[in-house]
């Protein structure tokens, strides 16, 4: 069965950094897009960014400059560097399957002084 396990996600000072792993399982990952989405306290789930199966990306124009998505095909794994961190980045973030329903269980993102 596809699953998806995202892990990396603490407490951060704003300004700083960190990186988000999701590890895929029960797909042939190299086929298929990836995203990460997150949802922030009381606030509606939002994509992130995305990468296909041949690298090409695309971030929401709220995280350009400072997030980078990448994916290791041959470790079925996909990241997000997360750079210059301000506080309303603070949210759930989920790796996604693109394109389907499949969803990890989530990791928390707090970044606050």
């Known amino acids: 069965q596809v699953q998806l396990v995202e892990s990396g996600g603490g407490l951060v000072q704003p300004g700083g950094s960190l990186r988000l792993s999701c590890a895929a399982s029960?797909?042939?990952?190299?086929?298929?897009?990836m995203g990460w989405y997150r949802q922030a306290p009381g606030k509606q789930r939002e994509l992130v960014a995305t990468?296909?199966?041949?690298?090409?990306?695309n971030y929401a124009d709220s995280v350009k400059g400072r997030f980078t998505i990448s994916r290791d095909n041959a470790k079925k794994m996909v990241y997000l560097q997360m750079n210059s961190l301000k506080p309303e980045d603070t949210a759930v973030y989920y790796c996604?399957?693109?394109?389907?329903?499949?969803w990890g269980k989530g990791t928390l993102v707090t970044v606050s002084s």
């Open positions: 996604k399957r693109v394109g389907s329903e499949y």
């Open positions: 990468i296909t199966s041949t690298g090409s990306t």
């Open positions: 029960g797909f042939i990952f190299s086929v298929y897009p």
